[in-house]
């Protein structure tokens, strides 16, 4: 997306406890072993399986130890019930990116958003690609998020112009055939250029909002089109050493992917050739601010890989207040609930327009989303699966659980969008173990991101209180 004055607009952390789990295989693994990667392993790439990482202290979750049947009485018609052993997608995590920024990521900085232990802990990591084949953005940026955890990828904004239909970088143009080879190629010598810099890239997006004709930088393909390049560049990323995954088609809205307009997805996954080369279905959620569920039987991963309050659209802002906070939150929840995603990627650090397009606002100024972000990323580690959740939700609260295969830390978010404090009796089954407390960490009108005291559960109970206007985090650890 595009912000004012000619912005584009489009498009770390230790472990919180427990071995770093080994990425799953295959292409429904989504970031592979990325999840072992960030927490000591290394990364599994086209299929393959990432090591587990080494343990790490309970740094952020809190939460008592002990244990207690989660299934010692039966739950009320009355509990929301969180089912621990049944399970949703495995989570790859949260990032953020810095294609147009030109300021290098602080070392203040870098810990604020990409340490577990002293910021958000952003475990993804986005840079752009220029025409050229060169890095929109500091590579030190990407270098220093690396260095705290978080895994780093790429997408391109246009190929040259003389390799597009209107001759010129910005307003769209078709990537002509002609350079389908070339294009790959450069695209493909990405990750031997950021390793240079000690950057190691695991993954390539097609092209930045395939769908959007921009006065930046962009370029368009139709659905066919994009099941053609994928041809392409899929086995150049694949034949490098380390391979390298393929993301896309990074469509500027959920309704592109699964919709009748371009219809990525679907075209994708009904090539076999070309579905064997994409690893990782890409989208992003603006102008209906809203996620899509899958068809039925999608088996490969789905990220959502860039959202912000951009001029002229949704939470434009510039606003700091808790509203929007509650407000990017909500969009992160639907992505994941309803469109099933297992990473979800904000735009920008810092805005470079008088609107949301960044965490911060333009000048460096905090705002609420930095920390209701910070509620997901700071807590649901790569590896973590998200859980089924049944029973009557409270009127007004979006809830999301999770639970670490590793070690059996409970994750819980709750966002309460009402104006009133509300009652969230909550019910652990499935378990033969549970933790004998959670912590909350809540943002709100009044806190940032701040730990609470301690709730209790009591034969697999608690009814913890969710302030009007908040999101909080309950976390911890059987």
Not at 428 to 434: D, E, F, I, V
Request: with cysteine; aromatic share 8%.
């Amino acid at each position: 997306m595009a912000g004012s004055g000619g912005q584009a607009g489009a498009g770390g952390f230790a472990s919180v406890g427990g071995a770093g789990a080994p990425g799953s295989s295959g292409t429904d693994g989504g970031l592979s072993g990325a999840a072992g990667a960030a927490a000591g392993g290394t990364m599994g790439l086209s299929g393959s399986s990432g090591s587990a990482g080494a343990a790490g202290a309970v740094s952020a979750a809190g939460g008592g130890a002990g244990g207690a049947s989660c299934s010692s009485v039966p739950a009320s018609a009355s509990d929301v019930v969180l089912n621990l052993t049944q399970f949703e997608q495995t989570m790859d995590g949260f990032g953020v990116c810095n294609a147009y920024q030109s300021a290098a990521l602080s070392d203040a900085m870098a810990d604020q958003f990409f340490s577990e232990s002293k910021g958000i802990g952003l475990s993804l990591f986005r840079l752009g690609i220029k025409p050229d084949g060169t890095s929109w953005g500091p590579l030190a940026d990407a270098k220093k998020a690396a260095d705290r955890g978080a895994s780093v990828w790429a997408a391109p904004w246009t190929p040259p112009a003389d390799c597009k239909s209107n001759n010129s970088l910005t307003n769209g143009g078709h990537l002509n055939k002609s350079c389908y080879d070339s294009w790959a190629s450069t695209l493909a010598a990405f990750p031997a250029k950021a390793k240079q810099a000690g950057v190691t890239v695991f993954g390539i997006s097609v092209q930045n909002e395939s769908d959007n004709t921009t006065q930046y930088e962009s370029c368009i393909y139709s659905g066919q089109e994009m099941v053609d390049f994928i041809k392409v560049l899929g086995p150049k990323l694949k034949a490098l050493n380390p391979p390298a995954k393929l993301l896309g088609p990074e469509s500027t809205r959920w309704e592109h992917l699964w919709g009748p307009d371009y219809n990525y997805g679907n075209l994708i996954l009904a090539d076999p050739e070309a579905a064997a080369q994409v690893d990782i279905l890409a989208t992003h959620m603006y102008e209906t601010a809203t996620a899509v569920a899958p068809p039925p039987g999608v088996t490969k991963p789905i990220w959502e890989t860039e959202m912000s309050g951009v001029m002229g659209f949704q939470e434009a802002g510039p606003s700091s207040d808790i509203k929007n906070g509650v407000a990017v939150a909500s969009w992160i929840y639907d992505a994941i609930a309803v469109g099933h995603a297992s990473s979800w990627h904000a735009w920008w650090i810092t805005s470079l327009n008088d609107d949301n397009e960044g965490l911060l606002l333009k000048g460096g100024g905090s705002t609420k989303r930095l920390y209701t972000l910070g509620n997901y990323s700071k807590f649901i580690r790569p590896g973590y699966r998200r859980v089924v959740v049944s029973g009557p939700v409270p009127s007004g609260v979006k809830l999301t659980a999770y639970v670490s295969s590793a070690d059996g830390t409970v994750v819980v978010v709750a966002i309460n969008s009402g104006t009133t404090t509300v009652s969230l009796p909550l019910f652990l089954a499935g378990s033969t173990r549970c933790p004998m407390t959670l912590t909350p960490w809540v943002t709100s009108a009044s806190d940032d991101l701040a730990a609470k005291a301690a709730v209790s559960v009591a034969e697999a109970h608690l009814s913890p209180m969710l302030a009007a206007q908040s999101v909080t985090t309950f976390v911890g650890k059987p």
